[in-house]
Nanobody, 126 residues
Framework: QVQLAESGGGSVQSGGSLILSCVAS????????MGWFRQAPGKEREAVAI???????KTAEGVAGRFTISQDNAKKEAYLQMNNLEPEDTAMYYC????????????????????WGRGTQVTVSS
């Protein structure tokens, strides 16, 4: 059974930084995508950043230049470095994972991810 465990959330002031970590267990895929999604109260879930086992990554336009996704392929872990946080970044952040086919791109729709963590809260105060 695949399990994803997020950590690293917390409360920071505007301009602060946080690093989120996602550890996957029971996830045996050799080709995979892992990503960070977030959902703020009253808003739809949105993709923040996605990364493949080969290092290809996608970052949402609204966080590009502030957030950086990275991964440890051997450990099947993904990280999200968040700098210059803004109150608008306040949300529950979820890690998601899925297998991918050879030469395929990683999707950004959450519905296409089979495995999800429970989330970690990020709160940014002004």
């Amino acid at each position: 059974q695949v399990q994803l465990a997020e950590s690293g959330g917390g409360s920071v002031q505007s301009g602060g930084s946080l690093i989120l970590s996602c550890v996957a267990s029971g996830f045996t895929a050799d080709l995979w995508c892992m990503g960070w999604f977030r959902q703020a109260p009253g808003k739809e879930r949105e993709a923040v950043a996605i990364i493949a086992n080969n290092g290809n990554k996608k970052t949402a336009e609204g966080v590009a230049g502030r957030f950086t996704i990275s991964q440890d392929n051997a450990k099947k872990e993904a990280y999200l470095q968040m700098n210059n946080l803004e109150p608008e970044d306040t949300a529950m952040y979820y890690c998601a994972a899925r297998e991918r086919a050879f030469a395929s791109d990683c999707p950004t729709r959450g519905a296409e991810y089979a495995h999800w963590g429970r989330g970690t809260q990020v709160t940014v105060s002004s």
